[in-house]
């Protein structure tokens, strides 16, 4: 099985800034495409960021210039850098990533178990 881990979120000014981590583990093969999502108290849960395995990053326009997407494939491992973060970015953050493990080679969708990121005065 796999599992995803989030970590670095919090609490922070407007302005501020966080770097959202996410530790993938288990049988792990390959990971493919990753991204991060995010939602906030009702409201749909919205795309942030993803990048596949090559190719270059695409950002909600809410979020563009000021999160970067980017992985480390030796730790298994995805980050959100997010800069100059504003109140409305204040949502829980998941990460997403397809991966495929040592026994099943077609790659499925996991989530993790999100993260709490709140950005006020």
């Known amino acids: 099985q796999v599992q995803l881990v989030e970590s670095g979120g919090g609490s922070v000014q407007p302005g501020g800034s966080l770097r959202l981590s996410c530790l993938a583990s288990?049988?792990?093969?390959?990971?493919?495409?990753v991204a991060w999502y995010r939602q906030a108290p009702g409201k749909q849960r919205e795309l942030v960021a993803i990048v596949t395995s090559g190719g270059s990053p695409n950002y909600a326009d809410s979020v563009k210039g000021r999160f970067t997407i980017s992985r480390d494939n030796a730790k298994n491992t995805v980050y959100l850098q997010m800069n100059s973060l504003k109140p409305e970015d204040t949502a829980v953050y998941y990460c997403?990533?397809?991966?495929?493990?040592?026994?099943?080679?077609?790659?499925?969708?996991?989530w993790g178990q999100g993260i709490q990121v709140t950005v006020s005065s």
């Open positions: 288990g049988n792990i093969f390959r990971i493919y495409t």
């Open positions: 997403n990533a397809y991966v495929n493990t040592v026994t099943t080679m077609t790659p499925r969708g996991y």
